[in-house]
């Protein structure tokens, strides 16, 4: 008899209803309990990861305001130094265009490879989740 013979490993469903855009924006997610500020790390139409130092806790409502833009929110999720939020309705797919092309940002770094098709040594992020 087999108690782990053949199990296979259950994975949890994606929840994101729009795939995210990796940008490094400064951002400031506005609150009645204060405003907490930050950068964001990657956003879609309908949401975004908020990077700050006291990330705000799950079910805050917010304003999220960067650069030209603001959208109504709501934390949905927090880790340690990030969260993520929900808009309460999605916004253009133009404004998230225009802020992939005002503020890119490479692809996530776990550590820095020595070397890299630019020439120089990549620093690493401090973004691992």
């Known amino acids: 008899m087999k108690l782990f013979g053949n199990a296979k490993p259950v994975s949890a469903a994606e929840q ?9 924006c400064f951002a400031t997610l506005a609150m009645p309990s204060g405003d907490r500020t930050g950068h964001l790390y990657d956003i879609s139409t ?6 700050t130092d ?6 805050v409502s917010a304003i999220l305001d960067w650069n030209l833009h603001e959208a109504y929110c709501h ?15 999605p916004i253009p797919a133009k404004a998230v265009q225009d802020l992939a092309e005002a503020a890119p940002a490479g692809p996530r770094l776990v550590h820095s490879t020595g070397g890299n098709s630019t020439g120089g040594n990549a620093p690493p ?3 691992v989740g």
């Open 75 to 89: 934390v949905i999720w927090t880790k340690p130094g990030m969260c993520g939020v929900q808009f309460d309705r």
């Open 125 to 127: 992020t401090r973004f």
């Open 46 to 51: 309908d949401g975004a990861r908020f990077v």
């Open 54 to 59: 006291h990330p705000p806790a799950k079910g």
């Open 16 to 24: 994101r209803s729009k795939p995210r855009t990796r940008v490094d």
